[in-house]
């Protein structure tokens, strides 16, 4: 019987230790995993299958503030996100679909308020469109797998780049390293 116990334990104990294992590396896990495919950084070399939603389906996956600013192109408000100070090491990943977009080690102190990043992750998960609402002249960037709205990019950032990837806080979310 103490035998059979003993076994029973060990078996108990692999399980737990592989369902860690499989928490550790799904940290860009979908929300929908019907519909949303996985996706690692590093495995990332041509283009990204794009999501296509309702907007009646995106108001029942997003907050209020969420679908205001990915959805309708909206901004929050300077230095009321949850993540415009954060100083933790890990991945910025896209509120609507979980895409990574940014990684902490380009992440800079801007002063806007806002999440300031001088590079994407990869290329490929940022699109870029211009935007000359309310007269100004400035580049739109936007998830490349959701198409949701992230923020602007400037041409006043620091160095490597130059560029400052004004994002908004409510459009990703974080994972940490
Ligand atoms: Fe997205």
Redesign the pocket.
């Known amino acids: 019987m103490k035998k059979i116990l003993i076994y029973i334990s060990l078996l108990a104990i692999i399980f737990a230790c592989s369902s860690n294992k499989n928490n550790n590396t799904s940290s860009f896990e979908s929300i929908d995993e019907a519909v949303i495919v996985e996706v690692s950084i590093d495995s990332l070399t041509g283009s990204i299958e794009k999501?296509d939603r309702s907007n009646e389906d995106w108001k029942l996956r997003l907050t209020e503030l969420e679908y205001q600013v990915l959805r309708e192109a909206g901004t929050e408000r300077a230095f009321t996100g949850d993540l415009w100070d954060n100083k933790k090491k890990g991945t910025y990943t896209?509120?609507?679909?979980?895409?990574p977009l940014f990684d902490s080690e380009t992440k800079f102190r801007s002063g806007t308020g806002w999440p300031s990043f001088w590079e994407p992750a990869n290329s490929l998960c940022v699109a870029e469109e211009a935007d000359n609402a309310y007269g100004w002249n400035r580049v739109e960037v936007l998830?490349?797998?959701?198409?949701?709205h992230l923020g602007h990019v400037f041409e006043d950032g620091p160095e490597p780049t130059g560029l400052r990837y004004c994002i908004n806080s409510v459009s990703l979310n974080f994972v940490e390293n």
Do not use: P
């Open positions: 999501i896209c509120a609507g679909c979980d895409l998830c490349a797998r959701c198409d949701g």
